[in-house]
């Protein structure tokens, strides 16, 4: 009686794959010496093929455009997001990285994206760690979204303690001590640092229309 894995078996057995075929009838009697045959010229090694389409690759990070808002280190389900406390910056860990895209989904100025770069085994482990990679290469339309997530005072429960005014990564907050606070809307980037800080739970979220993000222009 055939059950769901014995016709998985059967469909690898016949199909024929895109990469090596499965199982594998070719494969040498000893990895060392055919790595060895290979430096030698003796035979010729597949290259590995190019990532297509959307790829999840080591992460590239843009140093200048992030705000420190540490939106990225609250979703990474590995730890692999560590931040700078002098610099208000972070700094990716990729040898803890499981590669899920959260961070990049998450960040309000798109400072981070999924390279196709996947040759990334190292002995060093400094090597592994993505400080800057520069200006990110995503173009405007794929960042570009319907509605955004905004935050706006409730004046009624605002207490003027500043402390929203004080954290907000990009200084879109502004009021006297004592006095009710507003969040300038064109300023915020919905991170949500100010809502999470508010000891009387006077900021919440509004959702309002997105204007377009502007991306670095690609190279040619």
Not at 127 to 155: F, H, L, M, N
Not at 174 to 189: A, N, R, T, Y
Not at 199 to 210: F, L, S, Y
Request: glycine share 4%.
């Amino acid at each position: 009686m055939l059950n769901r894995m014995s016709l998985q078996l059967l469909r690898q057995w016949v199909d024929k794959v895109f990469t090596n075929p499965f199982p594998v009838p070719s494969m040498p009697d000893s990895l060392t010496a055919a790595l060895k045959a290979a430096e030698e010229g003796k035979i010729k090694l597949n290259p590995p093929i190019e990532p297509q389409g959307y790829f999840r690759g080591r992460l590239d990070y843009d140093k200048e455009r992030c705000i420190g808002c540490k939106l990225c280190i609250r979703v990474c389900p590995a730890n692999a997001i560590e931040f700078l406390e002098e610099e208000k910056k972070i700094q990716i860990h990729v040898d803890r990285c499981c590669f899920c895209a959260q961070c990049t989904e998450i960040c309000p100025v798109k400072c981070l994206s999924m390279s196709k770069e996947y040759l990334i085994s190292s002995y060093d482990r400094k090597a592994q760690i993505v400080r800057d990679s520069g200006p990110t290469k995503k173009k405007e339309e794929d960042i570009v979204v319907e509605s955004a997530v905004k935050y706006e005072v409730d004046e009624e429960k605002c207490i003027g303690c500043t402390k929203c005014a004080r954290n907000c990564p990009v200084n879109a907050i502004s009021g006297e001590l004592k006095k009710p606070h507003v969040i300038d809307k064109e300023k915020c980037v919905g991170c949500g640092k100010c809502a999470e800080l508010c000891p009387k739970d006077a900021i919440h979220q509004v959702e309002v229309a997105a204007q377009a993000a502007k991306a670095a222009p690609e190279e040619k």
